[in-house]
Nanobody, 122 residues
């Protein structure tokens, strides 16, 4: 399984970014894809997950600001980040689990991308 993230950057508070994860070598009939972030000095936390059938779940802190989606024809999972806040600063990782989704806990995922940096300035 190979996961490659892109789309990170620096934006001002209130701005938007779109993260993408190009996936290859995974089991396409049964999986859970997700985004996990890690802020400086903090532990990783689950941001959003999406199942093979399109079921989605978000962290409580998302509050309707982010949207996870997938394009199965291109094997890409995206995360649209809107109304960004400085507290959203961190490294965002794409993660994969070759089984049904089982919550947002980072420990549920066994495969990770290299991460992409998101920085939100105040």
């Amino acid at each position: 399984v190979h996961l490659v993230e892109s789309g990170g950057g620096t934006v001002q508070a209130g701005g938007s970014l779109r993260l993408s994860c190009a996936a290859s070598g995974y089991e396409y009939r049964r999986y859970c894809m997700g985004w996990v972030r890690q802020a400086p000095g903090k532990e990783r936390e689950g941001v959003a997950i999406i199942s093979v059938r399109g079921w989605k779940m978000y962290g409580d802190f998302v509050k309707g600001r982010f949207t996870i989606s997938q394009d199965n024809t291109k094997n890409i999972v995206s995360l649209q980040l809107n109304r960004l806040d400085p507290d959203d600063t961190g490294i965002y990782y794409c993660a994969y689990r070759p089984e049904l989704c089982n919550g947002l806990a980072p420990t549920a995922f066994g495969y990770w991308g290299q991460g992409t940096q998101v920085t939100v300035s105040s």
